[in-house]
């Protein structure tokens, strides 16, 4: 049962020139191009304003893929909707994930993301760096992103670590305190 006695709790301060954040990680996995990801988790957002600031929960990386370990990231949206970039890039015009898509839900079907309640959140990941590449995101069992185009930052970039909790912070005036309980990857 989902209801925080045995989960983990994450809280990050506001935002405050250096982005807060409060994570647990796991180092050494090994997803490359061509491969599938699969993950499942369960959240549970206390209260939370993320109608104008964003929040990242979930980041797989490429550690050793250029500076900022870029990867695929979810985070609510502005409009308290999942969103999905391939996030933690520097515009320098040599890395080819500048300017990969953003995937988001449909603003005509969008689902809110629901605050203080318990939400299963599950990613698919198929790696490309090209069009080809696949990701699909389920909130309650329901697919609210179903986005075709680049996955990996590079052809020879490798998935290496993952991070789940509160991976930024972008309120300035909010700390925000989130759960998460029963992560399988």
Do not use: C
Not at 56 to 78: H, I, Q
Request: aromatic share 14%; hydrophobic share 35%.
């Amino acid at each position: 049962v989902h209801e925080g006695k045995q989960s983990i709790k994450f809280t990050a301060g506001a935002y405050t020139g250096e982005l807060p954040k409060a994570d647990i990680q796991r180092y050494s996995l090994i997803f490359k191009k061509g491969e599938d990801v699969w993950f499942s988790g369960w959240y549970y957002l206390v209260g939370g304003n993320t109608k104008e600031h964003y929040i990242f929960f979930w980041d797989l990386e490429a550690t050793k893929t250029g500076t900022g370990s870029p990867g695929r990231r979810l985070y609510l949206s502005g409009a308290d909707w999942i969103a999905s970039d391939l996030g933690k890039f520097y515009r320098i015009p040599i890395l080819n994930w500048f300017g990969a898509p953003t995937f988001r839900q449909d603003p005509k079907t969008a689902i809110p993301f629901p605050k203080d309640s318990w939400v299963h959140i599950k990613v698919h990941l198929y790696l490309s760096d090209s069009s080809d590449g696949k990701m699909e995101v389920w909130q309650n069992d329901v697919k609210v992103i179903d986005g075709d185009g680049q996955t990996l930052p590079t052809a020879d970039s490798v998935y290496d670590r993952l991070q789940v909790g509160i991976t930024s912070n972008g309120d300035t005036k909010n700390a925000q305190t989130l759960y998460v309980d029963d992560i399988k990857i």
